[in-house]
């Protein structure tokens, strides 16, 4: 299954916020919906590019699991942002050393401009659901979703974050959004320390979190967990909390 036969080519301007346009893949069922869920996808630092395509090329098995879903895949939109090269959604020094702090992340040109999209482009371009808007990433991609939980806490209704960083300071506002997290103790590009201990402290907090910690998957956790057989059906049994 080829996503780029499945997901059209999308840009959105904002010459305010970016000279450059967000470009993005979106997948639209072709059965037609009242309202459609959402899905967003965030790529790794690996696929950063501006063909529109690279981003969804590898890596990207969540996509393929949502629209092959016999019920999801009917009534979910599908987005996959692509990140220019040498930019990222926050410092990749951070997310390498697995130290991040929110209130310091400086606002990019990108991020402004895909704030500006979420706010505003997606629900006038899409008839979506609000109470049914789902998040997830791989590394560099985690590392940028988390930062959306924390920049839009009363949002998203779930998340699938596979081995990035978290601001562990800022768990409190983010504990009534369901996450499952994925890591790997021997992953020596993006250290694993954050989400234990991010993990350990949302279940203090009585958070709906999942944690499953592997022992040699390495940096690429994520083609295990692309794998679990109740991921999709777990993340999208969510609603919007507030």
């Known amino acids: 299954m080829n996503l780029v036969d499945y997901m059209t080519l999308e840009t959105y301007e904002n010459k305010t916020l970016d000279n450059k346009p967000l470009i993005y893949r979106a997948y639209v069922p072709k059965e037609k919906q009242d309202k459609y ?51 990222s959604w926050m410092p990749m020094e951070k997310i390498y050393s697995g130290e991040y702090d929110f209130d310091k992340n400086e606002k990019t040109p990108l991020q402004a401009i895909f704030n500006d999209f979420i706010e505003n482009e997606l629900p006038r371009k899409y008839n979506i659901d609000e109470d049914h808007i789902y ?52 992953d020596t590009t993006v250290s694993p320390h954050a989400y234990i201990k991010g993990a350990k402290m949302l279940k203090e907090m009585g958070a709906n979190i999942r944690f499953t910690l592997y022992e040699d998957a390495g940096h690429p956790s994520w083609r295990r967990a692309f794998l679990v057989d109740d991921l999709i059906d777990w993340l999208f049994s969510h609603t919007r909390q507030q």
């Not at 969540?62 to 220019?84: E, F, L, S």
């Not at 978290?166 to 103790?185: A, C, E, G, Q, V």
Request: a positive charge.
């Open 135 to 186: 998040i997830g990433g791989l590394s560099m991609g985690a590392s940028g979703a988390i930062d959306y939980l924390m920049r839009y806490p009363n949002k998203f209704a779930a998340s699938v974050l596979i081995c990035g960083i978290m601001d562990l300071n800022k768990l409190d506002t983010i504990r009534h959004i369901p996450m499952w997290l994925f890591h790997s103790k021997d």
């Open 37 to 87: 869920r959402v899905f967003i996808f965030l790529h790794g630092a690996g696929e950063r590019g501006n063909d529109g395509a690279f981003h969804i090329t590898p890596n990207a098995d969540i996509i393929k699991r949502v629209i092959n879903h016999p019920i999801y895949g009917k009534n979910t939109i599908c987005i996959a942002p692509q990140v220019p090269a040498n930019e």
